[in-house]
């Protein structure tokens, strides 16, 4: 079983409002990974979490807040956020922070549609 | 520092004739490849990686990729393509010496296929 399911899939928020989303994924792996990618573009790393600790803050604004309540859980906190932000989210994760190769594969989610008005 | 370049940002090939994604890379060590697939409004979807192994990587779907050394390529191939493989394709690379740096994997800029009826 190689899945990280994201919720929600679509989310509309004001700018004003605060909202989350959430990861979660059943494959024993210790490192988790936020990305951003805006329509036709690459994804872009915001985040990686690697045995439930933030290890890589790609300078993201702090309207973004991301939270690994456990190695199976990973959420970004979202307020404040301008319609510039609006983009796909892709949750990711890999058995452990470490160069890719051999087993150490990233999987993705598919992703929360993000929409800021 | 790693790079990579994927050489059309658009193909269109008919259905049942042969597809040619193309991918050239730089990295400064012997480096993992990968391509990712992306299907309108889903997330990214592994579909080979070469890791040391053999040169020629079978993946899913009918896909292969060889990765050629010498031409710094890892280009990706169909026989005979289906409709249900138009989508955008990244191809990836991640550097063993990468290690603890800010971005574990580089992205190419992408590869929109369509497949004509």
């Known amino acids: 079983d190689t899945e990280v399911t994201q919720t929600p899939k679509h989310l509309v928020m004001g700018m004003t409002n605060k909202k989350s989303l959430k990861c979660e994924q059943h494959m024993g792996h210790r490192a988790m990974y936020w990305y951003k990618q805006k329509a036709k573009k690459p994804p872009e790393l915001m985040f990686v979490y690697s045995y439930e600790k933030l290890s890589i803050n790609e300078s993201v604004p702090s309207r973004f807040s991301p939270e690994c309540p456990n190695s199976s859980l990973l959420n970004l906190h979202l307020h404040a956020l301008q319609p510039e932000d609006s983009a796909l989210y892709l949750c990711?994760?890999?058995?452990?922070?470490?160069?890719?190769?051999?087993?150490?594969?990233?999987?993705f989610g598919e992703g929360s549609w993000l929409t800021v008005v | 520092a790693q790079s990579v370049t994927q050489l059309d940002s658009h193909v269109s090939v008919s259905e049942g004739t042969p597809v040619l994604l193309r991918c050239n890379y730089s990295s400064s060590y012997s480096p993992s490849l990968f391509w990712y697939v992306q299907h309108p409004n889903k997330g990214l979807q592994l579909l080979l990686k070469y890791t040391s192994a053999a040169t020629l990587v079978k993946g899913i779907n009918g896909f292969e990729a060889e990765f050629k050394k010498s031409e710094t390529s890892f280009h990706l191939t169909k026989p005979s393509a289906h409709m249900s493989d138009a989508a955008e394709y990244f191809c990836?690379?991640?550097?063993?010496?990468?290690?603890?740096?800010?971005?574990?994997?580089?992205f190419g800029s992408g590869t929109q296929l369509t497949v004509l009826p």
């Open positions: 990836v690379v991640s550097d063993p010496v990468s290690s603890g740096s800010a971005r574990q994997l580089t």
């Open positions: 990711a994760s890999s058995r452990n922070f470490a160069p890719q190769g051999g087993g150490n594969t990233i999987y």
